[in-house]
């Protein structure tokens, strides 16, 4: 609770700050004051203080300048009143700054990758908040004649220039609890284009420092060498609350495969239904290709012209090269999928999505032994793999719970069978589609695959 306003003594404020000393002046410049109280001893007139800005050093920054003491009409005239602690607030978790970056509320990425669809992140999130609720102990903009300032950030870039990006909003006119919020990002315009420009920073691959600060003029757009008044918000913390003005990160190196996803027939068995990526990157060395997570493809590699194969030559693998995949036989059976990676020197590696369309058929199914096992609501598929579901019946009756076997045959010959493995089954309970093993066995379009299910064994091959 606050001081009041009437009959201050100076014991009072002394035990409430903890000072140990009995002296007005030790008492009024003691560091244990709160400098965010709207009310505590100022030079100059009270509480505004001489400045205005309620004992705090601004636009320079937030110290507290307090009383130096002197006589009336000397150098300086500065002396502590005990009046100036009438309201004075010493509980910190009341009276918090009134311009403030929560650490908790920022989204602070040490490295920022330009051109990752994946695996990293492209941009950062600096938030400020603002008091803007009237108060007899918190100190809102409005009190310090900032309420009309743009919350923001000022970076300095790895050549030393420096840029300012604010949002548009005043911070007088700010949501109190959710602040204002801005995005600083390094992804690309046009990743194709090694020299390409940065959405939203003003320079390249390096190191920054942001400064989260206020500035007295809108920049909504990223501007050098700002002419406004730039102020930078407070760090430090009060009871419940850190807040921080500053961060540093750097943007990475980055490749990227202007394809980022292939897919190819079921029927693509050679480099003749290749599908190309054109590979951009910002480093000037050789970049990589890795199909271990897609090992039915392979690749060749071509020079910026398309006509010159220079897989051979991974060193000449720069920005601009042609990367072409395509699957080493056909398809059949499931659909293929996996990751190809490219990669460079000192980048995140990129990945392209890579898929196999799988091979076409029909796909009926039996039950192998009438007089023992029956079967009802069948259906099946092949996506992702061979997949049946049914409903099964024990016909001699007794048994509730049994393997169900499969024989399959790929266009009426015998391609594999399951003998004593199986889908555990409750008898005339429904089982769902779900894959099964099918072996060695494929299948292309137009083929016929038949299923047929027997109760605990299927018959061998023959």
Not at 314 to 339: E, M, Y
Not at 399 to 420: C, F, M, R, T
């Amino acid at each position: 609770m606050a001081l009041g306003s009437t009959n201050i003594a100076l014991t009072a404020v002394r035990n409430l700050i903890g000072a140990s000393s009995f002296n007005l002046f030790d008492v009024g410049t003691s560091p244990l004051i709160n400098k965010w109280s709207k009310k505590k001893p100022v030079r100059g007139a009270f509480p505004q203080s001489g400045s205005g800005k309620y004992g705090l050093n601004l636009p320079t920054n937030w110290d507290y300048l307090q009383p130096r003491g002197g006589s009336p009409g000397g150098t300086p005239d500065e002396p502590v009143r005990l009046g100036d602690f009438r309201g004075y607030e010493h509980d910190n978790s009341l009276t918090f700054p009134p311009c403030y970056c929560k650490s908790s509320d920022q989204e602070e990425n040490g490295v920022l990758s330009p051109a990752q669809p994946s695996g990293g992140h492209s941009s950062g999130t600096a938030v400020g908040k603002f008091n803007v609720t009237p108060s007899d102990v918190r100190l809102l903009p409005s009190d310090l004649g900032i309420d009309d300032y743009y919350f923001g950030i000022l970076i300095t870039t790895p050549n030393s220039q420096t840029w300012i990006k604010t949002v548009s909003t005043t911070i007088g006119n700010s949501d109190e609890v959710n602040g204002n919020a801005i995005v600083y990002s390094a992804a690309l315009n046009d990743p194709t284009s090694p020299s390409s420009t940065y959405q939203n920073l003003p320079y390249g691959v390096g190191s920054y420092t942001v400064k989260y600060v206020i500035s007295s003029i809108a920049y909504t757009s990223w501007t050098q060498n700002p002419s406004a008044t730039i102020i930078q918000l407070p760090s430090g913390s009060v009871s419940g609350l850190t807040f921080k003005n500053s961060f540093s990160f750097s943007v990475g190196e980055w490749i990227y495969a202007a394809t980022g996803s292939m897919s190819w027939s079921y029927s693509a068995d050679s480099i003749a239904s290749y599908v190309e990526s054109v590979i951009y990157m910002s480093e000037d060395t050789a970049f990589t290709v890795d199909v271990s997570e897609a090992s039915f493809l392979e690749y060749r590699v071509y020079a910026a012209d398309g006509a010159t194969n220079i897989t051979s030559s991974p060193s000449q693998w720069g920005s601009g090269c042609k990367l072409r995949v395509f699957p080493i036989n056909a398809n059949g059976g499931d659909a293929r999928t996996g990751t190809v990676y490219v990669n460079g020197t000192n980048t995140t590696a990129y990945p392209i999505s890579v898929t196999q369309q799988a091979a076409p058929a029909t796909i009926s199914i039996y039950a192998g032994n009438i007089n023992v096992l029956t079967v009802s609501n069948t259906s099946a598929n092949l996506v992702g793999g061979l997949k049946i579901g049914f409903t099964p019946h024990y016909v001699p009756g007794g048994d509730p719970s049994y393997i169900v076997a499969y024989l399959i045959k790929v266009n009426g010959v015998e391609a594999y069978s399951s003998q004593s493995t199986g889908i555990a089954c409750q008898n005339d309970v429904a089982e769902p589609i779900q894959s099964i093993s099918y072996g060695s066995a494929t299948w292309e379009d137009g083929d016929a695959i038949d299923i047929y299910l027997y109760y605990e064994v299927a018959p061998a091959l023959q």
